[in-house]
């Protein structure tokens, strides 16, 4: 899907800037010709993780363990890790064309009994609806191609106050949102601030 399947490598803070981090990863991705179409570096609230993503215009088969050896060097990060993301939603907010300021995550399993449920409420309820919230620039979501969680949920967002806006609050908790989210396994939500980005 364009412009939605990606490349994240996610590391520990690195000793490299940010800048300097996402060049090493556009150098990295020239000999295997990755079609990247954008880069992005977010760094969490806390300060101690990062992930960076090569947005890519089509799915490639290169894993990504051939371009983390690469970047960890450059970054100065003892441990890095890549994964693959297969675009599965990609949804213009409410704010497309505002400065994506902040990069909300939410990553997670589900129990077999209730994946169709899971995706039939991100298609039609959950993802539109948090991309229609002030606010939200654009609501992504992929498919962990190298591990667990399989789900990666992104929202590129103007404020981290949107999470706490009453629309956004009011889309989290439907009766359909109650259902599936019990359903729900190895859950981990983390606000990131933008840190760099590159358009290609």
Request: aromatic residues 6%; charged residues 20%.
């Amino acid at each position: 899907m364009s412009e939605s399947d990606a490349i994240v490598i996610k590391c520990r803070t690195p000793a490299a800037a940010p800048e300097a981090l996402i060049e090493a990863m556009l150098r990295a991705a020239v000999a295997p010709a990755l079609p990247v179409v954008a880069a992005s570096a977010n760094l969490s609230l806390d300060g101690a993780e990062l992930y960076a993503y090569l947005w890519l215009r089509q799915a490639t088969a290169v894993g990504p363990e051939s371009l983390a050896p690469l970047i960890a060097a450059a970054a100065g990060a003892a441990a890095v890790t890549g994964l693959r993301l297969a675009g599965l939603q990609d949804v213009r907010g409410a704010a497309h064309g505002a400065r994506a300021v902040f990069h909300y995550v939410v990553e997670t399993d589900v129990t077999p009994h209730a994946e169709g449920d899971l995706n039939d409420w991100y298609n039609v309820e959950h993802l539109p609806g948090l991309a229609a919230v002030p606010g939200t620039v654009r609501a992504r979501r992929l498919l962990n191609l190298d591990g667990a969680p399989r789900y990666h949920s992104c929202y590129e967002l103007v404020s981290a106050e949107t999470l706490r806006s009453a629309p956004w609050l009011a889309v989290r908790h439907t009766p359909w949102s109650d259902r599936v989210r019990p359903s729900f396994r190895n859950t981990k939500r983390t606000m990131f601030r933008r840190v760099a980005e590159r358009t290609l």
